[in-house]
């Protein structure tokens, strides 16, 4: 790999969390900030509802299942404080009756009755469910009220869970639309540097862990956080003693929380890092499939994924060491949470200062506290791999290598170009790459009408030549103008809408061929097609072909021979009826008798139009006004075919080279 071409090197995006990262996600969330206001106003709704839950359980023990000890209803010396008594109303003449029944055990003051918790026992159960009929019915309406709540609860987070998630798919619809719209944008330069397999996961996961981070991040900061905080301040108010031992394990709980990020910090990074590349490496197989088979490459990519495999390996399982340590620590935390909380609280239960609701509901919230604490790992995984996730994305959408286009001039109008007088090849050098020259010094003109052919060995530089027309590339010095002005000062669709190329190896999107050659829409009224498949010579494949023009060329792929292709790409040509023609010659094996065909269709595409003919074989050549003879990147000869052959130069022995060229015409 070049130096240079590490432009997204994975392993150079370390600081992963960046808050100005998340302030540029802003515009993406702003179309959508109802939903997200509504999201987090059900969040905490379900929040607050959470936090009832234990309390309700608190009401039903310490209103009707074990009730505080009353202090003594009056100073009179009677029944010591620390007992719980079960107090019953003799108005009821049903429970006056039960009481009539065990004089020995209650204790009769005025009106009410009292029967020590520990006598209880001793009556039947059946008097027992009489004298506690008014506990059983407040027992039944607070269950109601739970089952209410947890159905309140269930809807609720359905209905946030829906709003949230429609609000993130949004998101990620519209990211995914704006980096796709901006790689289409980019120069071609910019691929040459950048693998595809890195790209793709640009558009795929990358954007799937922004849409994770959305969820993920609205979650914990207003439903973990509003949790914990909620839990803390019901628990302070409950006891605030209680809850003070309780908090004594935080300390140790921040301690291994931190020490936790820091490990898995890197290590998660590593892992990212070696999937990215585990997707690089596996989209250039697959796109090298034929060289690697042909070429019996097999085991030696085996070799080398095996051993980025392992890689990816080590690091899970050190990220498997960690979370095995973070994971069980704190749960081991939580459990000595509770453990305080029964050592502590029951000790305040058993001195009467806490009730036993109060403790039973500690220790459901300290449950629901390390709730959040135990999903840190995963959420700070997602949370980082989005982080860089969203660092990469904005990477590729800040990245200009697009083609500059010109500002509009003074006057308000761009150059007009109706039609193509001349173009013009001033002094031009180019290279893709730094320090290897492709193109030096080219200068020559190409007047409207005219055809003229290039000509030289592989490598020479021709294709490279034809690309700068339709300014695929620019120059790195020098200039190519274009009715006497620079390329660079017209807007690039006004003279690529003017010209058509059909490229060296033509490639055919995947699509019906009518798709190919029509530009996908609708295409031109039937008589119109006909003629252009017609001049394209054409209508033989199509109708060999099952479905004719609309045959899919990915089911029959293999039934498109590379000369077909460029029939096809001929056609493609025809149907924007151009004004200039840049046509590089395919270099693979053509049976004369397509070549015939393609010959004739390139003959008739060229009438009445300027051309720019990059051929390989010569009698492609003869028909040119000039012919352009390139070696190593130079112009070095021109002029007509007879012309060159007179001259006995380059051109006259490349085309004695040729087999089959006879004699010089
Ligand atoms: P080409 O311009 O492709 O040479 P050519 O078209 O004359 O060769 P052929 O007859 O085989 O079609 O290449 C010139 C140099 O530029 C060569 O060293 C390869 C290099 N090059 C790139 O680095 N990137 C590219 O995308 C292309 C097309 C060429
Ligand atoms: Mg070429």
Redesign the pocket.
Known sequence: MRPDQDYFEETRLGKAYDLKLLRRLRPFTRPHRRLIVWSVGLVVLITLLDLALPYVTKLAIDRYIVPPAASAPDSRPGPPPAERYLSIDLADPAAAAVVGKYAGVARIDGNTARIAFTDLPRLTPADLAELRRDDLAGLTGLAAIFLVLVILDFLLNFSQAMVMEYAGQRMMHDLRMQLYGHIQDLALEFF?RNPVGRLVTRVTSDIQNMYELFTSFVSFIFKDLVLLAGIAAVMLALNWKLALVTFAVLPLVAAASIGFSKHARDIFRILRVQVAEINTRFSETIGGMRAIQLFRQEANNSRRFAALNHENYLAGMRQIRVLAVFLPLIEVLAVVSVALIVWYGGGRVLDETLSLGALVAFVSYIRMFYRPLRDLAEKYNILQNAMASAERIFLVLDTTTVLPQPSLPPGGRFPQLDRLEEIRFDNVDFR??TG?P?LKQVSFNLRRGETVAVV??????????I?LIPRLYDPTAGRILLNGRDLREYPSAVFRDKMALVM?ESFLFSGTIRENVFDGAGGPAPARAEEIIAAANLNGLVGRLPHGLDTLLGESGSLISSGERQLIAIARAFARNPQLILF?EA?SYIDSQTELLIQQALERLMRQRTALV?A?RLSTVRNAQRILV?NR?RVIESGSHAELMARQGFYYRLHQAQPGAGPAQ
């Open positions: 040459i893709y790459v290897e492709v030289g060995a592989t490598g020479a530089g021709k294709t490279s030549l690309s060296q590089d270099t990059v390989h390139m990147g």
